[in-house]
């Protein structure tokens, strides 16, 4: 029977099963790309460029993250507390203390990156210290430690890849069926081509999109429990949880590209009815507050 420690060693093999699809996309995409124009040498342009890709977001995912959430580098001395918490409880976990950042906005929330345990990072923003109580805000840094042993950050890194450059592709690709190319007539392959790369364009960064979804809302149930197993007090991550889902409005530097590294989703939703609801949901990163609640407390509620 599968257990939280044993999630650490299926996020790493189901990270290169991901990489494994990408490059099977990314082999497709030019295939017919080359097909279509007539050119063999763009589906190796499209390898190279893949793997150049992931090995940039896996070297450099962390920095880029950082970058476009606005977050600032600490040191203990700025706050001792934040900073005493975080380091008691990754020794706890077994983990070397990630370096600590604090996004200036109000809206409650926090995140980590990092390629590994010993590159890792954990951000949290002015608004998450003014309202969690210490319990409250050892839960949110446990969850956040969870997701470095459990390895899902990597698997983020690998997801985030697989999304934007099939996007990148599908718009590549329309936009050059668009202004033509060596299309000529009786040549049934180039058409069969043609068509089969409009059905990839618009269907395959969808299906990435779904794939990132399913795994942000399953790892975010395990960082919750494996949170849990460090403090010992479900109480405290159900009660944070509920504070910041209380909290009315989008953060000031949103990002669809980084929304499901944050314990909650950055995106405000609450004050949206009927249809634009149902879409904002279905598409959300993170399973809804009231269900991981729930998981935590059981029977407590």
């Given at each position: 029977?599968?257990?939280?420690?044993?999630?650490?060693?299926?996020?790493?093999?189901?990270?290169?099963?991901?990489?494994?699809?990408?490059?099977?996309?990314?082999?497709?995409?030019?295939?017919?790309?080359?097909?279509?124009?007539?050119?063999?040498?763009?589906?190796?342009?499209?390898?190279?460029?893949?793997?150049?890709?992931?090995?940039?977001?896996?070297?450099?995912?962390?920095?880029?993250?950082?970058?476009?959430?606005?977050?600032?580098?600490?040191?203990?001395?700025?706050?001792?507390?934040?900073?005493?918490?975080?380091?008691?409880?990754?020794?706890?976990?077994?983990?070397?203390?990630?370096?600590?950042?604090?996004?200036?906005?109000?809206?409650?929330?926090?995140?980590?990156?990092?390629?590994?345990?010993?590159?890792?990072?954990?951000?949290?923003?002015?608004?998450?210290?003014?309202?969690?109580?210490?319990?409250?805000?050892?839960?949110?840094?446990?969850?956040?430690?969870?997701?470095?042993?459990?390895?899902?950050?990597?698997?983020?890194?690998?997801?985030?890849?697989?999304?934007?450059?099939?996007?990148?592709?599908?718009?590549?690709?329309?936009?050059?069926?668009?202004?033509?190319?060596?299309?000529?007539?009786?040549?049934?392959?180039?058409?069969?081509?043609?068509?089969?790369?409009?059905?990839?364009?618009?269907?395959?960064?969808?299906?990435?999109?779904?794939?990132?979804?399913?795994?942000?809302?399953?790892?975010?149930?395990?960082?919750?429990?494996?949170?849990?197993?460090?403090?010992?007090?479900?109480?405290?991550?159900?009660t944070a949880l509920q504070k910041i889902s209380a909290y009315v409005?989008?953060?000031?530097?949103?990002s669809h590209a980084t929304a499901?590294?944050?314990?909650?989703?950055?995106?405000?939703?609450?004050?949206?009815?009927?249809?634009?609801?149902?879409?904002?949901?279905?598409?959300?990163?993170?399973?809804?507050?009231?269900?991981?609640?729930?998981?935590?407390?059981?029977?407590?509620?």
């Amino acid at each position: 029977m599968a257990t939280i420690y044993s999630h650490k060693d299926n996020n790493i093999r189901n990270t290169w099963v991901l990489m494994l699809t990408f490059f099977i996309v990314v082999i497709a995409f030019g295939f017919v790309i080359s097909a279509y124009f007539g050119n063999p040498s763009l589906l190796y342009i499209a390898v190279f460029i893949s793997i150049l890709m992931n090995v940039g977001s896996y070297w450099f995912s962390d920095k880029v993250v950082i970058k476009m959430t606005g977050a600032k580098l600490v040191e203990r001395t700025h706050y001792p507390d934040l900073w005493n918490s975080l380091e008691n409880l990754s020794i706890t976990a077994g983990l070397p203390m990630p370096k600590l950042y604090i996004v200036e906005d109000n809206a409650p929330n926090a995140f980590a990156t990092g390629r590994n345990p010993e590159h890792a990072a954990v951000a949290v923003t002015t608004g998450l210290l003014k309202i969690l109580n210490k319990t409250e805000l050892e839960g949110v840094l446990a969850h956040e430690l969870s997701h470095i042993g459990n390895r899902d950050m990597l698997i983020a890194t690998v997801v985030v890849v697989l999304v934007g450059f099939v996007a990148i592709l599908s718009d590549i690709f329309l936009r050059s069926a668009y202004f033509g190319g060596n299309n000529k007539e009786g040549n049934k392959l180039q058409v069969v081509a043609l068509i089969a790369g409009i059905v990839l364009a618009i269907f395959a960064p969808l299906i990435a999109r779904l794939i990132h979804f399913a795994i942000s809302r399953k790892r975010e149930f395990l960082a919750d429990a494996s949170g849990v197993l460090l403090t010992r007090y479900p109480e405290g991550l159900a009660t944070a949880l509920q504070k910041i889902s209380a909290y009315v409005g989008p953060m000031q530097r949103p990002s669809h590209a980084t929304a499901h590294l944050f314990i909650s989703d950055p995106f405000d939703t609450e004050d949206k009815k009927g249809f634009f609801a149902f879409i904002d949901k279905a598409f959300s990163t993170h399973p809804p507050v009231k269900e991981r609640v729930s998981a935590l407390l059981g029977n407590k509620q």
